[in-house]
C-alpha cells in the first residue's frame, strides 16, 4: 500500500462523528464501552461496532484487565494528528468565515451601487419608504427639517429627498472652513454648506456612486460653483488627507456601511483637531427582524444596515471621538414581512468632537 492509500484508509477510518468522539475521549486515557457510551450518549453496541473499526485500522488497541476490556490509543502520535486537524478545522472555518463577510459585503456594496447609480440617472427621485414617501424631493427635503429659503439657494437638480436629516443646520458652519461629506449623492449638503463657508472655505463630496459623483459635479460645473469638490471614494477608505477637515457631515449613509467602524476611524483620521462630526442618520430601536436584516434590497433602503441607537454610539466613541451628543431624534416604524410586529427606527442627528 502506498503512503497516500495508507493516508486515505486512515482519514476514511476516522471520518465519522463517533468515531472522532471516541479518539478524542481516549486522547485523555483508556476507557471502557460503558464509559464511551455514557460519555458519548450512545448505545453501547454501537460504540463497540466504531471501536471494532478503529480496531481493524490499527489506531485502537484493547487490553483486558480484570473482568473488563479497556480501549486506548496504538501510538501518541494520533493524538496530535486529532488535534491538528481540530486546529485545521478551526483554521478553515475562520477562513470561511472571513471569506463569507467579505462576500457579504461585496454584495451588500454591489447592490447599494446600483440603488443610487439607478436614482442618479433619474430626474428626480425620493428614497425609499425609510426616508419618505411619494411626496416630492423637495418637499420630503422639507420634511426632515430644511428651510425652504436655503433650498432656493441650491441648484434643484441636487435635492434628491434621499436624506433623513439636516446636519448642516446644525454643524454651525463658520465663512472659510473645510467640510467633508461622507456619501454625498448629488451633492446637497455639500452646496449647502458651500454657502455657508463661503468663497474662503471649500466643501467635499465624497460618495462611492459614479453616476452620484457624475451628476453633483456637472451640478457644480453648470451653476459655476467654485468651492466644492467631489470625489469618487468609499468612506471605509476615504480619499482624503489626515487631519484636513474641520467639519464631517454625512446625511442617511454610514447605515449602508457593512463596516461601520471602520466609517468613524476615517472619520477621525482626516479631522483636524478638535474637528467636529455632525451625522444624519437611521438606527434602531431594538434588533431588527432577522427577515429585515437579510434583505439587501432593504439594505440598500437604509433600513436593513441600521445599528441598535447605543450601539451606533458606542462606535463613534470606540473610534476616538468625545461629547457624543444626539441633537435630534425623530421616529418612525416600519413593517416587516410576514410579521405583525412595527419595528421602530430612528432618523438621528448625532454630533461628537475629535
Ligand atoms: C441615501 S443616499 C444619501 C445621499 C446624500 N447624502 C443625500 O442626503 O442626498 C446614500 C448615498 O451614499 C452613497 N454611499 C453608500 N455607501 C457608501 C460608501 N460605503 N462610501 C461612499 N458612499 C457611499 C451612495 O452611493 C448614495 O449616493
Known amino acids: 500500500m502506498t503512503i497516500e492509500e495508507e493516508q486515505a484508509r486512515f482519514l476514511r477510518c476516522i471520518g465519522e462523528t463517533t468515531r472522532l468522539g471516541i479518539l478524542k475521549l481516549l486522547v485523555e486515557g483508556e476507557k471502557c464501552v460503558g464509559e464511551l457510551a455514557s460519555v458519548l450518549n450512545k448505545e453501547q453496541s454501537l460504540i463497540s461496532h466504531h471501536l471494532r473499526a478503529l480496531k481493524e485500522c490499527n489506531i485502537v488497541k484493547d487490553e483486558q484487565e480484570a473482568q473488563k476490556v479497556y480501549y486506548k490509543l496504538t501510538d501518541v502520535r494520533l493524538a496530535r494528528l486529532i488535534i491538528d486537524s481540530e486546529a485545521l478545522m478551526k483554521e478553515l472555518s475562520l477562513c470561511q468565515m472571513s471569506g463569507g463577510a467579505l462576500m457579504e459585503e461585496k454584495k451588500i456594496k454591489e447592490v447599494v451601487k446600483g440603488r443610487y447609480a439607478q436614482l442618479a440617472k433619474q430626474d428626480q427621485e425620493s428614497c425609499c419608504s425609510s426616508c419618505g414617501g411619494s411626496v416630492s424631493p423637495s418637499a420630503q427635503a422639507e420634511a ?120 468613524f476611524q476615517e472619520a477621525y483620521r482626516v479631522l483636524k483637531p478638535k474637528g467636529r462630526l455632525i451625522v444624519s442618520d437611521i438606527v434602531s430601536e431594538g434588533a431588527l427582524p432577522s427577515e429585515i436584516k437579510n434583505d439587501l434590497n432593504a439594505w440598500a433602503c437604509c433600513i436593513a444596515g441600521a445599528l441598535e441607537q447605543q450601539e451606533y454610539l458606542e462606535e463613534i466613541k470606540k473610534a476616538g471621538f468625545e461629547d457624543v451628543q444626539v441633537l435630534s431624534s425623530k421616529e418612525f416604524y416600519i413593517e416587516g414581512e410576514g410579521s405583525q410586529a412595527l419595528t421602530k427606527l430612528l432618523s438621528i442627528t448625532v454630533k461628537a468632537y475629535k
Do not use: H, Q, W
Request: glycine share 10%.
Open 144 to 263: 426632515i427639517g430644511y428651510l425652504r429659503k436655503d433650498l432656493a439657494d441650491i441648484p434643484e437638480e441636487t435635492i434628491m429627498g434621499l436624506g433623513c436629516g439636516n446636519p448642516t443646520a446644525l454643524a454651525e458652519l463658520k465663512t472659510g472652513e473645510v467640510v467633508l461629506d461622507l456619501g454625498s449623492g448629488a451633492g446637497v449638503d455639500v452646496f449647502l454648506a458651500a454657502n455657508k463657508v463661503g468663497p474662503t472655505g471649500k466643501a467635499i463630496g465624497v460618495d462611492m456612486t459614479k453616476e452620484m459623483v457624475d451628476r453633483a459635479e456637472e451640478i457644480a460645473k453648470n451653476y459655476g460653483y467654485r468651492n466644492v469638490e467631489f470625489r469618487l471614494g468609499e468612506m471605509e477608505k476615504l480619499p482624503v488627507e489626515d487631519e484636513s477637515v474641520d467639519v464631517i457631515i454625512s446625511n442617511c449613509v454610514i447605515n449602508l456601511s457593512p463596516d461601520k467602524s471602520k466609517v
